[in-house]
């Protein structure tokens, strides 16, 4: 049997959370057959709070680019940021004109004044707690990584280098994501494979966006979306269609397990 790792948005859900229908039966399929599925997302498990993805058979998620790993609701692994690293985050944001959301696995903090950004809304619909506004005081809060939101007057660039020195930084689409070094979907991954004793080249990773190319790379087979940038696409085995168009069917018929 296989062990199979989607990423969340753009791969299993779209930007209004919607999964397709066609998704969900070749999971339910899949899962039938025999084979492990997990999550594998940027997001950490505080900002997870999507209908219809609880009816699907997943086994396992990878959260928060690796920090936070669980498996039929066991805590495999969990790795916290320090209040070092927390200020670190938050004084690059005030110098360079981020909005930072530091994310947690029960909840996501956020700058009152950025709450009610129109870019916001959706978002915060999302998280499983109403969002924190404690970034005062990180000795008394639990993150397990940040995404940095680039506002008009940001210097995302010189914010960017700075940050590297300290975290992976994961610049994408108007944001950064901001990893504790060592941490990826891959180290992820690696370590539910071996609480598994499975072998990678019995995993398939499937992905559409930056932060999905550490996981695109380690696991035994890799499958990028079709909407996916042209550097996913180059480092994935091959490429499906986008999820608007039966992208994880197609991928699973293709490689015959449904």
């Known amino acids: 049997m296989s062990v199979f790792f989607f990423d969340l948005d753009g ?23 025999g084979h492990t599925l997990c999550i594998c997302t940027g997001r950490t498990r505080g900002f997870l709070n999507v209908p219809g993805l609880a009816e699907l058979p997943f086994d396992g998620c990878v959260y928060g680019c690796g920090t936070h ?14 209040p070092e690293e927390i200020f670190c985050i938050t004084t690059g944001c ?37 969002p ?66 499975m072998d990678k080249s019995s995993s398939y ?10 996981m695109l790379s380690y696991a035994g087979h890799s499958i990028a979306m079709g909407s996916s940038p042209d550097s996913v696409k180059q480092a994935a085995e091959f490429v499906t269609s986008d999820i608007h168009s039966d992208g994880i069917y197609n991928a699973l018929r293709k490689l015959q397990f449904i």
């Open 94 to 130: 005030k110098t360079f004109k981020l909005e930072p959301i530091l994310e947690g696995p029960e909840y996501m903090y956020i700058n009152p004044s950025f709450r009610q950004a129109p870019e916001m809304q959706k978002a915060i619909c999302q998280y499983r707690n109403p």
């Open 11 to 33: 791969t299993l859900w779209d930007e209004n959370g919607i999964i397709p229908e066609s998704t969900k039966k070749s999971l339910k399929l899949l899962h039938k057959a």
């Open 132 to 197: 924190q506004s404690a970034m005062d005081e990180p000795s008394a809060i639990h993150i397990q990584k940040a995404t940095c939101i680039y506002t008009a007057a940001s210097d995302a660039v010189q914010f960017n280098r700075e940050l590297a020195a300290h975290f992976t930084v994961i610049a994408r689409n108007g944001l950064s994501e901001i990893v504790p070094k060592s941490y990826s979907k891959a180290s992820g991954i690696r370590c539910l494979l071996d609480f598994l004793h």
């Open 205 to 214: 990773a499937f992905g559409d966006s930056e932060n999905d190319l550490p």
């Open 69 to 82: 790993i669980v498996y039929k609701d066991r805590d495999l692994f969990n790795t916290f940021l320090t």
